[in-house]
């Protein structure tokens, strides 16, 4: 049979607030075990939790610029469920007044836009993390991320693929890069999602019964994870089983998924008012000092690149995808004059890069200054294409200025007429089968002197020059 | 008469006078503990080396400084629910057994700033949930007055120590009247502040919505006295509330004409012992004959303050002692082969049966299955008396009515009937409820000779006003004191 | 009525993690039956369309600033833990 895939994502994401969300221990990733941790965030008897404002306005911030509406009024609950990671047996959450509700966010799917809701948007706090101990025997508990502040980002099931799925969290990923209220590091867990996924039979009304998939914290593996599960369940389905309600686990190495616990039981996480806590009331005037301060998002960012800059909406759509990326942009064009050959060397040079290296060369030694003034000295003609290249390499390992790196590795084009002319005189005379080929029409030839002349220029010939004077040299054999 | 029998305000007085030195007050106390306590069981921790030395360095403040807080070197104790810094805190249950908080109650805090001197930590009820002191690994508190009956609880130890002048006063915490029935079963002054005025960051949670600690003192102007450095704002306690900071001693005894006092009929109910009852009665005829105005009044939903009080009280204790599983703190069972085992193991021995029966009470109020007719409804019910309450503080200052229906019962008596014991709490929990104050003030004995008190209800942040009311009693009743 | 049987005492054990030893189970379930009839006549109670009390308090919006104040004391925190390892605190293995 066929079906449609209905997807709706749980998205978390980390606030990137300098203290936890009930205490004044430090936000940060890794660190010693437990050395990021007081009273309060080890849940010890006694303590109680104080809210971090600025987790509220993140919290607000995120969901403005995700179209949300903003509750005048919300509190927080407890959800109470055993496990290791979570000290207080609790975790402190907004489960019936969530901060945000009921926005949308628009994703690019092929040439369409397509607008996808936003159920809600809560703030809760993290929990610790569990690694297996390194004598092979037990686990053992770090507490460092436990108060960690957190927004999960609820969307409607609007999602129809696996790749819409990837898209959406790419695009939420941006605007919370964008807003800046998270660094979303995917590799330190500080983004993650769960995959609620269901089939319906094509035309049906009734929806199907979904699984829930948790923490995927790649792009890759919600793609993947979305598309086995569809697959698994179509399978269940077309063998006239039934597809049971549970939470399954996604393995990324084996490709597949198993549930997670049994069937028969149903979590009742007991939830009810956090009495520690009195509630919270928004007002307007609040919203729009949030609001005022939610820089442009990349929906608008990229329009304004295809007008102002005139280059192409495919490559404007990337560019703006990433922040940090954009950014670099900008000012790399507004240093060097020429938007489109900057965009022409994201597309192709950055991006290779980001592919084979990760997103950490945006936030290494390369920024838009220096990036501009290479491609400053590529337009202007004062570096050949592979320099450039060569300068970007050494840029990332050293730091250097382009200027400096130009200098030091002579990288200059050389353009004395009478230097070049001699080089070419002398390459000419001593490849004389070269030139009883050239002569005799083999139009090859001049491809092996061209190669023979740069590399005697040490790759520093200008290309238009040396075939200038390699066409008049050659000339006069004829 | 032992020293150990004067007020916090006789003693301030001695040590500025120089009639006693801090660390021989100190040593007085330490001598009287251990004649006294081996019967009373009152302490479960007896910190002795420290406050000697604490009581050494009150004395050398004393001696060197003209800005002498009030209560410097006054020797006093706190229920085992209060954390206090490396000094054990074991809320009298196997759980907590071995526990050395890293921090300190700000409560305590604040009361080692004022000089104060710790004696040791008081028994009580395990995780506060009891009415008698009995629920204790530590054994239960035996009355003063008579040491084949019950304290009172869960604050028994606090009221028992001070009524046994085993301290100059005591801190307790009071989550159903935890502190108002002890004080009223020993014959001692016992106040339960306004939700919010005094921290709880340090305070063991029993039920979050519902406690504050409050004070066990021998009369209303200590207990003035200590509201004042115990009180205020804290930002480790987001609950605590912001408001100008008031002299609780100042005024006492001033005069009472035409304050109006309510009697609701629902707080005099047939389940009201009759020599309580008239007692109570007596009392409230000085007050008139004092100036106050006395009137009948009901507030009809406070019948089923009991009810909503042990839904939400079970329902937050089951939830606020989930924490307990043995990993980072605690008993654990050393034997337990998985997690779940380890969770399961740990909490069935480390939590005594009464705790344990509170736990699974809660759990099946806040059960998906049951939270709408039991927890929401009880919150609804609260919401109702709250608002009886407030009307009634319309048009009356003051609500009084029994603390208890009944004096000290016998150890054991009510042991084994867990709903008999929680009826006894009628009259205390409306007051936690609707987050009032509420003081217990000793007013007469029965024919047995065990105390019984009287219990003043105010309007949130009253609690200057039932002081001064309570002063009024003390006046006419007299400190009821052991011989 | 019974409200609470030993199925429900098994059931509302196994959610709070205790155990409750087979021949204590009778001697639960008739004493939280008798609290639960008892202390369940709230339900007959009507409230109208009262809403839930669920802060006894004026109190809103209390927040702490975003700054950090707390240092490392790991030591202190670790020391009430019974098993530990390497500056972690140490569980049966958990299997994801
Ligand atoms: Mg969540
Ligand atoms: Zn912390």
Known sequence: MNYDIVIGLE?????????????????????EPNTRCCPVCLGMPGTLPALNKRVLEYAIKAGLAMNCRIAGFSKFDRKNYFYPDMPKAYQVTQHSLPICYDGYVDIDVGYETKRIGIERIHIEEDAGKLIHSSTGQGSLIDYNRSGVPLIEIVTKPDLNSPEEAKILLETIKTILEYTEVSDCKMQEGSLRADVNLSLRPIGSNTPGVRTEMKNLNSFRAVQRAAQAEAERQARVLDSGQKVYKETRRWDDHKGESLPMRDKEEVMDYRCFPEPDLPPVYVDEDFINEIQASIPELPGMRRERYINQYGIPKYDAGLITQNKVLADIFEKASEVCGNPKLVSNWIMTEIMKRMNEEGEGILHSYLNGDNFGQILLFLDKGDITHAAAIQVIDVLLETGEEPIVIVERLNLRVQRDESLVANTIKQVVNSNPQALDDYISGKKKAFGFFMGKIMAELKGRGDPSQVKEILTKELQRYL | MSICKKTVTETAELLRTRKISADELVKEYFDEIKKKNPDINAYVTICEDEAIKAAEAAQKIMDSNNDVPYLCGIPMTLKDNICTKNIKTTCASKMLEDFLPPYSATVYKKLLDSGTVLLGKLNMDEFAMGNSSEHSIFGAVHNPWNTAFVAGGSSGGSAASVASNLAAFALGSDTGGGIRQPASFCGVVGLKPTYGLVSRYGLIAFASSLEQIGIISKDITDCGIIMNVITGHDPMDSTSIKRPAEDYSEGLGKNIDGIKIALPKELFGSELEKEVGN?????????????????????????????????ISSSEASSNLARYDGIRYGHRNERAENISDLYRKSRTEGFGQETKRRILLGTYALSAEHQDELYKKALKVRNIITREFRNAFDEYDIIAAPVSPVTAFKLQENLNNPLKMYLKDVYTVAANLAGLPAVSIPCGKDKKGLPIGIQLIGKPFSEKLLLNVGKQIEMEAGRLEII | MTVVDVKTVRKIADMAAVFIEEKDLEAYAAQLNTIMEHMGKIMDLDTGDQ??????????????????????????????????????????????
């Open chain 2, 279 to 311: 007692v109570i009665n007596d009392t409230l005829k000085r007050l008139e004959s004092r100036g106050a105005v006395l009137s009948d009044c009901s507030l009809p939903t406070i019948e089923n303050a009991i009810h909503a009080y042990y839904i």
């Open chain 3, 51 to 96: 809403e839930p009390m669920e802060h006894i308090l004026p109190v809103k919006n209390v927040f702490r600033d975003d700054e950090v104040t707390n240092k490392n004391i790991k030591d202190e925190l670790l020391k009430n833990a019974s098993v530990k390892e390497d500056g972690y605190f140490k569980v049966p293995t958990v299997v994801e």
């Open chain 1, 11 to 31: 998205i978390h994401s980390e606030l990137k607030t300098s203290s936890k969300i009930f205490c004044g221990c430090k936000n940060e990733f890794g660190g």
